[in-house]
């Protein structure tokens, strides 16, 4: 029984210290996080552009779509360009909401992020750049999780976490463009 006493205290020790660990390390962390790929498609600007500005283009080429065809998807706002929006509802892949803030057709496309039961949003851009024949899409993620410590772990790690989504979404929309 002794044992079993000295081995719950060190238990309890080492998950007070683990806990101590986690929020004094993230408050040490930047909340601040940047996420960027790029990819070369050999479509003209204009048509990719299409496949992003408009949110029903995203169900074509997003991987968050792919892993999750149930995905409930609610549009609103105009069809296209700044002001256009869509939130979704998925068990596998959570809620959340996308708003198109601003465009310059054929050149780029901004858009405000916010995910169900995170206090922070975030801002992408997928910018269109004529490159050759073809058209470089640079895709930017940035944020700011705020003053919640363990929020800064996932800034932290936000590059490791998301990047493989952007890369498998950069190549779906690469295969989009230069099929249609």
Known sequence: MNLLKRLGKWTAVIVVLVAIGLVGGGMMLSPAFTVTR???????????YAFVADPRGWKQWSVWNQRDPAMAITYSGPASGAGAAWAWQSRGEGDGKMTITSVEPGRRVAFDLEIAGVDARSRGELRF???GDGTRVSWTMDGNMGGNPLYRWFAYFADPL??????GGRANLKTVAERS
């Open 162 to 167: 998301m990047g493989p989504d952007f890369e």
């Open 38 to 48: 790029s990819v070369l498609v050999n479509a003209p600007p204009e048509k990719v």
């Open 129 to 131: 750049t004529p490159e």
